[in-house]
């Protein structure tokens, strides 16, 4: 069964730091883009961030450029999430996906595995 599983999510104060993970099981994530998206309330979910399936090419939305950076370990079947400078407008949760095509979009859509999602709450 190929299941994508995120961790690393908590409650932090504004201007801490996260650092997300994505592992899978049931499949190898070398061979796919894998891609971060967070959902808040009442929000549609957005892309954050995505990294080639080298990790040679990244890509980053706007609003966490600077303050975030992608990076995964294949030899670990692993991709990180690191959150710097959190912000209470990063609250949501984060989900990690897998792009099969690997077109370092940030659209929900072209991704084909999604996980289950971990909460992040950033409160002062």
């Known amino acids: 069964q190929l299941q994508l599983v995120e961790s690393g999510g908590g409650l932090v104060q504004p201007g801490e730091s996260l650092r997300l993970s994505c592992t899978a099981s049931?499949?190898?994530?070398?061979?796919?883009?894998i891609g971060w998206f967070r959902q808040a309330p009442g929000k549609e979910r957005e892309g954050v961030s995505c990294?080639?399936?080298?990790?040679?090419?990244?890509n980053y939305a706007n609003s966490v450029k600077g303050r975030f950076t992608i990076s995964r370990d294949n030899a670990k079947n692993t991709v990180y999430l690191q959150m710097n400078s959190l912000k209470l407008e990063d609250t949501g949760v984060y989900y990690c996906?897998?792009?099969?095509?690997?077109?370092?979009?940030?659209?929900?859509?072209?991704?084909?595995?999604w996980g289950q999602g971990t909460q992040v709450t950033v409160s002062s």
């Open positions: 049931g499949f190898t994530l070398d061979n796919y883009a």
């Open positions: 990294i080639s399936t080298s990790g040679s090419r990244l």
């Open positions: 996906a897998a792009d099969g095509i690997a077109t370092l979009l940030l659209t929900p859509l072209v991704y084909d595995y």
